[in-house]
């Protein structure tokens, strides 16, 4: 006799909630500090390695094989779908030859976002996490 499969809903209109994605081990996690002097963990994935993910900041790096790190883009991404704002950055991260995403997810609006976006792509040195030495 099958099953009956009911699909919890939520409490804004009825909608199906969005089922959690598979968790990815990240590779590492890495302190960044913005020219404001905040600092904001993120989850480094590989560029295919990097699960489906809600809004939150971004960047797109490219790691050569003596380690060295190159930031070409700080982000952010805004769809609600976790699964478009994976597209964009994997099409971003083709486009530009990044091999890691750096995650920061624990702003919880869109401008708390906005800020740290601008934190940390601000200055001379943006990008550069709170260790500059793992990054030479």
């Known amino acids: 006799m099958g099953m009956i499969l009911r699909i919890p809903t939520s409490q804004n209109g009825g909608r199906p909630v969005t089922p959690l994605h598979s968790y ?3 590779l590492r996690l890495e302190d960044w500090q ?3 002097g905040c600092h904001y963990q993120h989850l480094v994935y590989g560029l295919l390695d990097c699960p489906a993910l809600p809004k939150a900041n971004y960047s797109l790096v490219r790691r050569s094989a003596d380690g060295r790190q190159t930031i070409l883009k700080i982000g952010r991404t805004s769809e ?4 478009l704002n994976l597209a ?15 995650i920061h997810v624990m702003a919880r609006t869109d401008g708390e976002r906005a800020r740290i976006a601008f934190d940390l792509s601000a200055g001379e040195d943006a990008g550069m996490p709170a260790s500059a030495a793992s990054w030479n």
């Open 24 to 26: 990815v081990q990240p």
């Open 34 to 36: 913005g020219v404001s």
């Open 80 to 83: 609600e779908a976790a699964t």
């Open 88 to 102: 964009k950055i994997r099409h971003e991260g083709a486009v530009l030859g990044a091999n890691e995403v750096h």
